[in-house]
């Protein structure tokens, strides 16, 4: 017996994000005492930002796979004008952030860019940022007091993490990587895709209903 399936993981990415969110802030709001450094906490606050990269990257990645391989269903109402203009880029898009590509899907699409310095670019531009110092992290001595850039932006964005109030450890990654942080990410991955496919004019995967268990 041959069984051919087509896979959407976005839709698994996003529960993922919903999911490790919530265990981390299960286990901020247990917390009562010193500050301490819990291991299934970073975990979890972790694996919630690389899930809602990934579950990024998969929306805009099945979006043109579909295209490329003339797949019907979720791409229908595109034209075939846009679907043309997508096979065609989707080769040179290969390796290319996933913001380039919704930015090129909406530009075939005659769709409205998004503004790069808004959000909900700007969070999804960060969230990407912070996935990559956590994917491509090094061994680096922090100072209190003394946040980069990236840093200073995020601070503005959420709560820091109950388990380090009180605590004089440098911002990231103690207080930064914290259940504020999980939240943010998962508001700012949806946030972002709903509005990309709002724009496309096109039900993805991901908002189908799937019969998942509450994250």
Same mark, same amino acid.
């Given at each position: +017996?041959?069984?051919?399936?087509r896979?959407y993981p976005?839709?698994y990415?996003q529960?993922?994000?919903?999911h490790?969110? =919530?265990l981390? =802030?299960?286990?901020e709001?247990?917390?009562?005492g010193?500050?301490?450094?819990n291991v299934?906490h970073?975990?979890?606050?972790?694996?919630?930002?690389l899930?809602?990269?990934a579950?990024?990257?998969?929306?805009?990645n099945?979006?043109?796979?579909?295209v490329?391989?003339?797949?019907?269903?979720?791409?229908?109402?595109?034209t075939?004008e846009?679907k043309?203009? +997508?096979?065609?880029?989707?080769?040179?898009?290969?390796?290319?952030?996933?913001?380039?590509?919704?930015?090129?899907?909406?530009?075939?699409?005659?769709?409205a860019a998004?503004?790069t310095?808004? /959000?909900?670019?700007?969070?999804?531009?960060?969230?990407?940022?912070?996935?990559?110092?956590?994917?491509?992290?090094s061994a680096?001595?922090?100072i209190?007091?003394h946040?980069d850039?990236?840093?200073k932006?995020l601070?503005?964005k959420f709560s820091?993490?109950?388990?380090?109030?009180g605590?004089?450890n440098?911002y990231? /990654?103690?207080?930064?990587?914290?259940?504020?942080?999980?939240e943010?990410?998962?508001?700012s991955a949806?946030?972002?895709?709903?509005e990309f496919f709002?724009r496309?004019?096109?039900? /993805?995967?991901?908002?189908?209903d799937h019969?998942f /268990?509450p994250?």
């Open positions: +017996m041959v069984v051919g399936m896979t976005s839709a990415y529960w993922a994000t919903q490790f969110a =919530r981390a =802030r299960d286990i709001t247990a917390h009562t010193n500050p301490t450094f299934q970073r975990a979890f606050v972790t694996n919630a930002v899930s809602a990269v579950f990024l990257e998969a929306s805009i099945e979006i043109f796979d579909d490329a391989d003339r797949h019907r269903g979720y791409v229908d109402p595109l075939d846009c043309r203009l +997508m096979a065609g880029l989707w080769d040179y898009t290969e390796g290319r952030p996933f913001l380039d590509k919704c930015q090129l899907a909406l530009l075939c699409s005659n769709s998004f503004d310095g808004r /959000p909900p670019y700007e969070d999804a531009d960060l969230l990407n940022k912070l996935r990559n110092r956590l994917t491509h992290s680096v001595t922090r209190t007091g946040e850039k990236l840093e932006v601070k503005k820091s993490s109950r388990l380090m109030m605590s004089a440098p990231f /990654p103690d207080h930064c990587l914290g259940a504020g942080c999980a943010w990410a998962a508001q949806i946030g972002f895709a709903d709002r496309l004019k096109l039900i /993805p995967n991901y908002q189908r019969n /268990p994250p």
